[in-house]
């Protein structure tokens, strides 16, 4: 009989045991995950890598849809916008992701944004890295990327002569961009 409630009892106990894994697999973490997993189709590209987005050589044309505006959570850090893409993606660290995301702004103006998400994906930091306006063609922005630092060149052409100012971010360990040079 003691043999028999003690068996019980051990079975009951791996039951438990494993109730809980499984609870624990279906966790809002794992929810979480889940919800990321449309970012697999997008390619990680190698640093350093040049960002010169454009108009002409834009090469995503996969709109997100809005829930994946929402999970992004680009809602939050761009107001005005439309036409959100996907780009790329960058393997800057593993305590951080990294995307690159593509938003036009009316007609005209096309912004290229890197963004910094912790490992839930909530934003931690994000810089224009590229922009083109093609209503004059006086503005532009392109930028060297490396797994340590953004270097974006910033060119004004409206004056008719070219002012180019270059900008340095420091990309730190905890995925916050310091600007280091302006």
Do not use: W
């Amino acid at each position: 009989n003691y043999n028999r409630n003690h068996s019980e009892n051990l079975n009951s106990t791996k039951i438990n045991i494993i109730k809980d894994s499984l609870n624990e697999m279906n966790t809002p973490a794992r929810e979480t995950k889940t919800k990321f997993l449309f970012l697999n189709n997008y390619k990680f590209k190698d640093t350093p890598f040049k960002d010169t987005t454009n108009f002409d050589n834009l090469k995503s044309n996969i709109l997100l849809s809005k829930e994946q505006i929402e999970i992004l959570q680009l809602n939050k850090k761009i107001k005005e916008g439309e036409g959100f893409k996907i780009n790329y993606r960058l393997n800057l660290s593993d305590k951080f992701h990294t995307i690159v995301i593509t938003y036009q702004l009316g007609d005209n103006q096309l912004y290229t944004v890197l963004i910094n998400y912790d490992v839930n994906y909530k934003i931690i930091d994000c810089v224009d890295i590229a922009f083109d306006e093609i209503a004059e063609s006086f503005l532009r922005k392109e930028s060297e990327i490396s797994k340590s630092e953004i270097k974006i060149k910033d060119t004004d052409d409206s004056s008719g002569e070219s002012q180019i100012k270059l900008i340095v971010y420091k990309i730190q360990d905890n995925g916050k961009l310091k600007m280091i040079k302006q």
